[in-house]
C-alpha cells in the first residue's frame, strides 16, 4: 500500500508560478515512475507530465512543455511540479501518480498508475 500527499496548489493570478509537492509514504520500495495528471471542470482526467524514477527521464504533455517541470527527490521519496507562466486554462485539480510498472513513457500514452493521491486544487484567475 502506499499513500500519496500533494501540496502547493493555490490560488494565484494568470502568469504567476506555482510549485507542486508530492510525498509518497508506505511501501515505496518498487517505485518505476511518477508522475502528474490534472482534471478540469467538465473534462476528462489527462496527463501533465511523468518521470521515472531512475535515470530521471521526463515525459510532458503538449500544452505544458516548456511552461512545466517535473523532478524528483529519490531519498524523500517525492516529486515535483514547477509551474510557470500560468494561464487560465490550467485550473484543475492536479493529482499525484505512482506507477509499479508503467514507466514514465508509457504514462503519457494512456498507462494507467498503480496509486493515486487525492489532489490538489489549481486556480488561475485572469
Known amino acids: 500500500q502506499v499513500q500519496l500527499l500533494e501540496s502547493g496548489g493555490g490560488l494565484v493570478q494568470a502568469g504567476d508560478s506555482l510549485r507542486l509537492s508530492c510525498a509518497a509514504s508506505?511501501?515505496?520500495?518498487?517505485?518505476?515512475?511518477m508522475g502528474w495528471f490534472r482534471q478540469a471542470p467538465g473534462k476528462a482526467r489527462e496527463f501533465v507530465a511523468s518521470?521515472?524514477?531512475?535515470?530521471?527521464?521526463?515525459h510532458y504533455a503538449d500544452p505544458v512543455k516548456g511552461r512545466f517541470t517535473i523532478s524528483r527527490d529519490n531519498a524523500k521519496k517525492s516529486v515535483y511540479l514547477q509551474m510557470n507562466s500560468l494561464t487560465p486554462e490550467d485550473t484543475a485539480v492536479f493529482y499525484c501518480a505512482l506507477s509499479r510498472s508503467p514507466s514514465a513513457a508509457a504514462l503519457g500514452r494512456g498507462y494507467e498508475p498503480d496509486y493515486w493521491g487525492r489532489g490538489t486544487q489549481v486556480t488561475v484567475s485572469s
Open positions: 518521470i521515472n524514477w531512475t535515470g530521471g527521464s521526463t
Open positions: 508506505g511501501r515505496t520500495s518498487s517505485v518505476y515512475a
